[in-house]
């Protein structure tokens, strides 16, 4: 049994009597225009579907390959743009953080705050989130295994706040590739809190361009189907209007014209699964 985090009324993660929460937007955040513009396209989208939506892009992204790779507006301007996204569509947002000291500046805007992967067990980031009392979202490392989730809930549970989700975004498998183990999002969920899972970083092949990361986008409707099969609460899926543009990880990134097919498939198999009753064995 998972306990619900609940964001709005609208939206809360872990309620099987709703649809599976969706995160999604471009991987960085870029020109306004096209910032508001997949915003709007998404929401459209979701609002037709009956899909919670958050929007999500970064702010920064301090962990590209090259130290040439764009990174994103930074702190100041992303936060104002995020807040632009709130007030015109009506949509609350993520994005992550890389500093304990943007926590706090950063959640008067976010509602939902972000750990990256390779920031997943740095005491000082997670404890800093939790105790702004936001929902924190926590990427599972590369590096970790299932059971290892554990010891980040504990971090971020002993500031006192139990607004959690766990996202599983794949597993190092060698070198430039990544694999998903479904074992992991029924076990991440003994946590007691909701799971989430990454359709699009899962299919990032980190570093596959030599100077950035290549992708396989070809493969996330596949890899979804099989999460939500396995009982996820919410989808993170980063989607552009022409990820041949994209500034940031366009090879793994969905096309946001695909958007709505993908959505249809994933809700027949999220309906599926709620309509059965869970099996232990």
């Known amino acids: 049994m998972v306990n619900k985090v609940k964001l709005n009324d609208n939206i809360v993660f872990g309620d099987s009597n709703s649809p599976f929460v969706l995160l999604a937007g471009p991987c ?48 100041e301007a992303g936060l104002k743009l995020l807040q632009k996204v709130k007030d015109e569509f009506s949509l609350p947002v993520i994005s992550d953080i890389h500093l304990p000291a943007q926590a706090a500046i950063a959640a008067d805007v976010l509602d939902i705050m972000q750990i990256p992967a390779f920031l997943s ?66 076990r991440m969920r003994k946590t007691g809190y909701p799971v989430v899972f990454d359709a699009t970083h899962s299919v990032q092949l980190p570093g596959g361009a030599g100077d950035t990361s290549d992708g396989q986008r070809h493969y996330v409707s596949y890899l979804m189907r099989a ?47 709620k309509e059965c009753p869970e099996i232990e064995l």
């Open 28 to 75: 960085a955040l870029e020109e306004e225009d096209r910032v508001l513009r997949i915003a709007e396209g998404i929401k459209k989208i979701t609002d037709k579907l009956g899909i919670p939506y958050v929007f999500k892009a970064s702010f920064d992204k301090a962990n590209r390959s090259s130290i040439e790779s764009y990174r994103g507006p930074g702190l």
């Open 121 to 186: 067990r740095q005491t000082d980031i997670l404890t800093a989130a939790g105790e702004t009392g936001k929902i924190i979202n926590v990427k599972k490392g590369q590096f970790l295994a299932p059971w290892d989730i554990d010891h980040v809930v504990n971090k971020i549970e002993s500031t006192g706040n139990k607004n959690i989700l766990l996202t599983e975004r794949g597993v190092s498998f060698g070198y430039n590739n990544l694999v998903v183990d479904m074992r992991s999002l029924p």
């Open 227 to 273: 999460a939500l099969a396995a009982g996820v609460d919410s989808l993170f899926m980063e989607v552009h209007d022409n990820p041949e543009e994209a500034k940031s990880d366009g090879a793994n990134m969905i096309y946001l014209n695909n958007l709505e097919n993908i959505l249809k498939q994933a809700l027949a198999v999220d309906t599926a699964v």
